[in-house]
Every structure is written in C-alpha cells, then in structure tokens.
T-cell receptor, first 115, second 112 residues
C-alpha cells in the first residue's frame, strides 16, 4: 500500500511568488491534514479536511494560504504571495475516517525556501 | 502559545542504556498523547500512544508514562539501539478534534 506522497520535495522561490504544494493521501483515507514545521521548531497544525470539506482551518496563518481538496482525493496548498516567514517544511498526513485515535500517517514533507 | 513542550533539544545515550525523553503540556483538555519518531528527509511515524485514563503504556522496548497531575509524560526506550537515533516528537489532542499539537522535538543520538 502506497503511503502519503507529497510533491515537490523541495521548492525554492522568491518572495512575492506563488507556490503550490500537493499531497496525495493514502487511498481510502477521508481525513487529510496539513502541518508545518518552521526552523526546527514544533510541528504546527494548519488544517483538516474530511473528504472535500474543511473540518478545521484554525491553524492557517493568514489569507495568503489557500488549501483545496477537490473531489476528496488529493489536496493542494497554495501560498500567494509567499513571504520569508513561510519557509519551512510542510507535512501532509492522512487517516481513516472514524475515531480520532486512528493513526495519522505522514508524508515526507515539502521543504519550502522563500528567498 | 505552545501547549506541548519538549525542553531537551537533544539527548545522547550509549547503546544498550536507557533513553528517557520528557514532555510537558499546558492544556488540561488534552486527553490523548502520542510519540512520533522522525528520520531525516522522512515524515514523522507513529511510535506509541497513551490515553489519559492510563498512566503507562508499553510496547516492546518503548514505554510511555503519563502524570496527569504534573501535566508531564515521558518516553523510555530500553535498551537503546543505533536505529533509535532520530528526532522524537511528543504530541497531544483533545476530545473535541482530530488535530495534533506537537512539541519541538528531541534529537536522540545512540552511541555505539
């Protein structure tokens, strides 16, 4: 069974540019999450989808971030325009629907560098 | 407003000895706690968890202890092996939602 995949693995962009990160969850996982780790600090929650619906987006930093999950399959996270403080590693995770104790499986992350 | 804290950024331990990782939390609504392990260039992988109705959970070489009154949990790895060298994250969640609150991680190095 394929795990959570993320694309690209690395992205280097200039301040003010736009970047789109993609996450493909484990097949059949209705729950999809985005997290971010900045400069070796804690991993912070960004948002949670259940299928195509945003269940919780309390962690989204500001309106420069837009997450979508059309059709309830893969998800994209767009940053527009990117700022220096957006640099970090963006992780996607997925879990089966049902109990919140269901394990969240993480992808390898996308390392974003904004210059 | 970091609610989960891992105050030791690194830990070095000799192979075969015990590794003890500590984690403190501030949110009294947390009722489920987890430890994740992360290798370089990989995502975190689930290691072990504990519900707030327990004070200990054991899985092979890994044991997690929870002290609710002190809002503290710890992970014990016995015996430590070279493959245990990784970053360990403490995480927690409340009964209201699925999101995980993580600490900043502790880098464990197991010396041969």
């Amino acid at each position: 069974e394929a795990g959570v995949t993320q694309f690209p693995s690395h992205s280097v962009i200039e301040k003010g540019q736009t970047v789109t990160l993609r996450c493909d969850p484990i097949s059949g996982h209705d729950n999809l999450y985005w997290y971010r780790r900045v400069m070796g600090k804690e991993i912070k929650f960004l948002l949670h989808f259940v299928k195509e619906s945003k269940q919780d987006e309390s962690g989204m930093p500001n309106n420069r971030f837009l997450a979508e999950r059309t059709g309830g399959t893969y998800s994209t996270l767009k940053v527009q325009p990117a700022e220096l403080e957006d640099s970090g590693v963006y992780f996607c995770a997925s879990s089966q629907v049902g109990h919140r104790y269901n394990e969240q499986f993480f992808g390898p992350g996308t390392r974003l560098t904004v210059l | 407003d970091q609610q989960v804290k891992q105050n030791s950024p690194s830990l070095s331990v000799q192979e075969g000895r015990i590794s003890i990782l500590n984690c403190d939390y501030t949110n009294s609504m947390f009722d489920y706690f987890l430890w994740y392990k992360k290798y370089p260039a990989e995502g975190p992988t689930f290691l072990i968890s504990i519900s707030s109705i327990k004070d200990k959970n054991e899985d092979g070489r890994f044991t997690v202890f929870l002290n609710k009154s002190a809002k503290h949990l710890s992970l014990h790895i016995v015996p430590s092996q070279p493959g245990d060298s990784a970053v360990y994250f403490c995480a927690a969640s409340t009964s209201n939602d699925y999101k995980l609150s993580f600490g900043a991680g502790t880098t464990v190095t197991v010396r041969a």
